[in-house]
């Protein structure tokens, strides 16, 4: 049997991490190596058993691989964490409240005004396209947008 197994083991797992292994998995590599050289040496005597364990647990770390390239990498349900990105209820509540209140607050513009806000913010429509739909100049749309800014901003303050 081996002499030093600490320090065998340290030495494989070692092999195994250079190798691109976790340490866990290494340690889990170098364990069914110790277990298998175990079985082995029950029918056979082992000259090597140290380079046996290395053979085999190199053996194992390349079968694992294939493994995961071929069928996927197994989880474990303790390491799955599931985030629940929806928005709760009550933000889904205040959202509709702050909805609602912005509606009345359009519905208390002018129609121009709305109009014009409107195709600014939710047309994306620029303050030219707009002053050529309805015959302005640049400057009259920025001061339409701004007043309704202003006006849904004062609205929704007090919400």
């Known amino acids: 049997m081996i ?3 600490p320090l065998v083991f340290a030495r494989i797992r070692s092999a195994l991490m ?3 292994r976790s340490a866990q998995d290494a340690d889990d590599l170098v364990q069914e190596a110790w277990v298998r050289l175990a079985c082995y040496e029950r029918d056979q005597v082992v ?3 140290e380079a046996f364990m290395m053979r085999a647990a190199l053996n194992l ?5 294939r493994s995961r390239v071929s069928h996927g990498e197994e989880l474990l349900l303790e390491e799955v964490v599931l985030l ?3 928005p ?3 933000a889904i509540v205040l959202a509709r409240e702050r ?3 912005l509606s009345q607050g359009l519905g208390r513009m002018n129609d121009k005004t709305r109009d014009i806000f409107l195709c600014h913010r939710v047309d994306g429509m620029t303050y030219h396209q707009i002053a050529q739909r309805h015959g302005m100049s640049t400057t009259s749309v920025e001061k339409y947008v701004a007043k309704a800014t202003l006006q849904l901003t004062s609205w929704m303050e007090g919400w």
């Not at 770390?61 to 691989?65: T, Y």
């Open 88 to 90: 709760g209820t009550e």
């Open 99 to 101: 909805m609602a209140r």
């Open 61 to 65: 770390s390349v079968d694992a691989h």
């Open 84 to 86: 629940d990105t929806a």
């Open 3 to 5: 002499r030093d197994l």
């Open 47 to 49: 000259e090597q058993p």
């Open 18 to 20: 250079r190798r691109g």
